[in-house]
């Protein structure tokens, strides 16, 4: 079927890229990165890489708990990271070379320290109680149920002064607000338009399936699945979290957030959320009227398998209803790098063909670009409070080192030491280094993007899987009005034959190798860990 004349949105044909602005460039010598950071770094992310969309992950005031997603202010910037006179300007400079801007909204918990939590602890008479989720303890003085929190612990804290226990599924420091009250929606749908109104494209919504609890706050059932070896206080590792999240109601608040979004022209809604996959597919809305983008964390979690990256994407393909638009996303601020996760360099760069050539959004880590690996934190070091709960393990700071940018000190993002330590090999993975490399990651991502910018069918043709006739290879094809490009990944360690019939000849566009020149897709030899694009 033809698409041509059909239009689509920007958040269908660009690319992502996430930064965590705690760790992208400090501009005022105090070890952290901050919004005048992130302009200063404007022109690497739109000339240098080719990206269409920068998402920011929380600046907002915070007593940093949880590094930002514990707010207390959903409408100012934190003096660490700005004001919003410097926010301002980083969306007209981003405006201005063409970026889109997306942010974090944090719609299920704030800061203990928010006035609207301060106000709601006063008393149990405040006007602002039931702002918040707070029960009798049970007669034996325990919390209301046996719900378990993200990082370890009760989901619950006991207020002295009024006697009654607060939610919370993340720190203690993050109480959760209560979504069934008409005046949370109202203020919080307010937050949007406030966003909006000083030029945001868009919001990467925070847990958005925890919104809404069990109306009766009943017991989670034990999970017959759990690991083995968890922590003593790993509650919610041990539960299967049927009450606690992803319940029928929120898709009522969710459209009622994607109309506040639909009040501005062009704004994308993305959510974080996880759940089974006919669970995850419901937050497209029957009609298209919820979320544009669900982010799918599937490919994160898999092995580094063909078969399971392959039989993941299928299944994605088939589950999307007509107007559901898929996305990809390898890395983020919870996860381990992918470059340690999938077992290298060679990997990371076939993972990086794979994210920016599947049919979808694609949303590119920080970092991910120089191949960055897990940066090795002293124990004294780790902040992550999952870590410091949790054990070392479990830690996410590893995923959120600064950028390096050159060979200088602190890798150029700083001059003095920075909150987290660079990784050991700053000096030659960094941005000036990789920039003069015509064989480094970074030059492989540039080629990439600007590769699916000028394709119209990476950007937006139809996806079907190709059999290549041996394992550890995922082939596939995008094609649209005629124009064809195939994909052959190979994930093994060694070189594969594949033959790929009825295709004839194909030229190579992008190899992750480095090589070019026209090859036969009925006898293709593919190196080890070599990923290849191909014009037909």
């Known amino acids: 079927m033809s698409t041509e004349g059909k239009p ?28 005048a950071g992130i302009i200063l770094r404007m022109d690497y992310l739109k000339d240098t890489l080719g990206v269409d969309a920068i998402w920011l992950s929380p600046f907002y005031p915070s007593p940093m708990a949880d590094f930002g997603y514990d707010i207390a202010d959903y409408c100012d910037v934190d003096p660490m990271f700005g004001d919003l006179a410097t926010f301002d300007r980083l969306v007209a400079e981003a405006h201005r070379r063409g970026l889109k801007v997306i942010v974090d909204y ?92 000083r030029g945001v494209d868009g919001f990467r919504m925070d847990v958005v399936g925890l919104l809404i609890k069990d109306a009766e706050l009943r017991d989670n059932p034990p999970n017959p699945n759990a690991p083995a070896g968890l922590p003593p206080n790993d509650i919610f590792g041990r539960q299967l979290h049927t009450y606690s999240e992803d319940q029928d109601e929120v898709h009522d608040l969710i459209r009622q957030i994607r109309c506040t979004l639909d009040e501005f022209p062009d704004r994308v809604g993305i959510g974080e959320l996880w759940g089974d996959l006919p669970r995850w597919v419901k937050y497209y809305g029957e009609h298209g009227d919820e979320l544009q983008l669900p982010f799918n964390f599937r490919l994160m979690h898999l092995p580094w398998k063909a078969e399971a990256m392959q039989a993941s994407v299928d299944a994605l393909e088939a589950a999307l209803p007509p107007f559901g638009w898929p996305n990809y996303v390898l890395s983020n601020h919870d996860q381990p790098r992918f470059a340690s996760r999938y077992g290298g360099q060679a990997q990371a760069r076939v993972a990086a063909m794979l994210l920016l050539s599947l049919r979808g959004t694609p949303t590119v880590y920080y970092g991910d670009e120089l191949g960055l690996e897990n940066g090795l934190i002293p124990p004294h070091k780790i902040q992550d409070p999952q870590g410091v709960n949790l054990g070392a393990h479990r830690t996410r700071d590893v995923a959120r080192t600064p950028m390096q940018w050159d060979a200088r000190p602190q890798a150029g993002f700083s001059s003095v030491e920075p909150w987290l330590p660079v990784t050991s090999d700053f000096e030659v993975r960094n941005v000036a280094a990789q920039l003069q490399d015509p064989s480094s990651v970074l030059t492989l991502y540039r080629r990439l993007i600007a590769v699916r910018r000028g394709s119209r069918a990476l950007q937006v043709g139809s996806y079907r899987a190709l059999e290549a006739g041996v394992p550890g290879v995922f082939a596939f094809v995008r094609e649209v009005d005629g124009e064809r490009v195939v994909a052959a990944l190979n994930f093994n360690a060694e070189p594969v034959q594949v033959a790929l019939p009825g295709f004839g ?11 070019e020149g026209e090859v036969a897709t009925a006898d293709l030899t593919l190196a080890p860990h070599e990923g290849l694009l191909m014009t037909l």
């Open 8 to 35: 689509y949105h920007w958040w269908q044909t660009g690319v992502v890229y996430q930064i965590y602005p705690r760790s992208f460039q400090d501009s005022n010598g105090d070890g952290i990165g901050d919004l």
């Open 505 to 515: 000849a194909g030229q190579i566009v992008v190899s992750t190798s480095g090589r």
């Open 106 to 197: 944090v719609p299920n918990h704030t800061s203990d320290q928010h006035a609207w939590f301060v106000e709601s602890r006063a008393s149990r008479q405040s006007p602002k109680r039931d702002w918040y989720i707070w029960r009798d303890p049970k007669p034996d003085g325990s919390p209301p149920n046996n719900w378990g929190g993200f990082f370890g612990g009760p989901a619950w804290t006991l207020d002295p002064a009024t006697g009654q226990y607060y939610l919370h599924q993340f720190v203690p420091e993050q109480p959760e607000l209560n979504w069934r009250n008409p005046d949370v929606v109202r203020a919080m749908l307010d937050v949007l338009r406030f966003w909006m109104r």
